[in-house]
């Protein structure tokens, strides 16, 4: 006898899951374990249902509050450039839908997540809970990082920024990595920032990504 057997409808998204990582792949995702994730993670409850069709092509698609699911490549991307491994304590910046935060979760990470509308923490909260993730949530103003468990082995902001948060810099554990959209409002640069054990930080820069605007202290001031 099959065990949990797939309803219907869950063996087409499976199918179509399948296919979205063939896509990730194609495109240059090579991290074999976040593409595992990719394989696990159920997109598309992560949106609205009557977008749920559309939850397994490479686009970012309207949540609530005027925000986005990211873009699948944006995610995988940002997660790679992470070098999560199991059990590293990790922070996102901008919980949004929380299908970033299962992907992590699903890496083994012990997940930390800020969110600075209240709709989407308590959407997020709901729906993670749903699906049996355990990530810590926290409705506030994400570009204060979240000091009370640093230090983090990554960080990742979700948001595009005007300049690298300090704050969050500052949150960074010995070879701590933090990937970070900065530039203006039309694009922006993926860095990855890590702290090295001398003490310094060393900056890579990445190709253009457009995101939504990180809003904060100390990020846009809209
Ligand atoms: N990681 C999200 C996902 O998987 O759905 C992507 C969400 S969206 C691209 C970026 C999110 O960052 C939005 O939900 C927005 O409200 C949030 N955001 C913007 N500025 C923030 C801040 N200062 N602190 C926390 N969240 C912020």
Redesign the pocket.
């Known amino acids: 006898m099959m065990q949990n057997p797939l309803k219907p409808n869950e063996r087409v998204f499976k199918k179509r899951r399948m296919a979205l990582v063939e896509e990730l792949e194609s495109k240059g995702i090579r991290d074999k374990r976040v593409l595992a994730a990719f394989e696990n993670v159920a997109r598309h409850k ?1 949106v609205d249902s009557a977008l749920a069709h559309r939850a397994y092509e490479d686009t ?1 698609l309207p ?1 609530e ?1 005027g ?4 873009q699948p490549f ?2 995988a991307k940002q997660t790679e450039l992470m070098e999560v491994s199991e059990g590293d304590k990790v922070l ?12 992590l979760c699903e890496l083994g990470a012990k997940v930390y ?5 209240q709709m ?1 923490y308590n959407r ?1 909260r709901e729906i993670l809970e749903e699906l049996g993730y355990r990530p810590n949530l926290k409705c ?5 990082g979240w000091s009370a468990y640093a230090p983090y082995m990554s960080i ?4 595009g920024a005007p300049v690298i948060p300090e704050s969050l810099k500052s949150q960074l554990d010995t070879c701590g990595r933090l990937v970070v959209p900065v530039g203006d409002e039309e694009k922006q640069a993926m860095y990855r920032i890590t702290r090295h054990a001398d003490g310094h930080f060393e900056e890579e820069k990445f190709s253009i990504f457009k ?10 001031n809209l």
């Not at 990742?156 to 948001?159: E, L, Y």
Request: net charge negative; hydrophobic share 45%.
């Open positions: 992560f970012a949540i509050m925000q986005t699911i990211s944006t995610v996102e910046i901008g919980t949004g839908s929380g299908y970033q935060a299962a992907i997540s800020v969110e600075r509308h989407l997020s506030g103003d994400g570009t204060m990742v902001v979700t948001a995101f939504v605007p990180l809003i904060g202290k100390q990020g846009w």
